[in-house]
Nanobody, 124 residues
Framework: QVQLVEFGGGLVQAGGSLRLSCAASGRTFSTLGMGWWRQAPGKERDIVAAISRSGGSTYYGGSVKGRFTISRDNAKNTVYLQMNSLKPDDTAVYYC?????????????????WGQGTQVTVSS
């Protein structure tokens, strides 16, 4: 079992920044492909970003490219999402997720474990 706990959500004005963290436990962190997803009310859950086991490869959803940065610290068992230039459309519940078998997981069914989510609200 892998446990994932997200931190860092909150309310921010448009143009501001937030940094999300996700702490993992239950398995050697460097063996997990990691990602951030988000879900706005009434919408599907979409990928925000993913990062490979070593951190050497990343993937971003189209709407966040150039504004968000995913990173990981395998010594601290933590993955981060730095969000800059936030827009009201970024308002959603953000989920951390882990894949046991895919180094750079970019598709929903490649993930095996999910966190409980953290709310990010961007005001205009």
């Amino acid at each position: 079992q892998v446990q994932l706990v997200e931190f860092g959500g909150g309310l921010v004005q448009a143009g501001g920044s937030l940094r999300l963290s996700c702490a993992a436990s239950g398995r050697t962190f460097s063996t997990l492909g990691m990602g951030w997803w988000r879900q706005a009310p009434g919408k599907e859950r979409d990928i925000v970003a993913a990062i490979s086991r070593s951190g050497g490869s990343t993937y971003y959803g189209g709407s966040v490219k150039g504004r968000f940065t995913i990173s990981r610290d395998n010594a601290k068992n933590t993955v981060y999402l730095q969000m800059n230039s936030l827009k009201p459309d970024d308002t959603a519940v953000y989920y951390c997720a882990a894949s046991l078998w895919k180094s750079l997981p970019t598709v929903f069914n490649e993930y095996d474990y999910w966190g409980q989510g953290t709310q990010v609200t961007v005001s205009s």
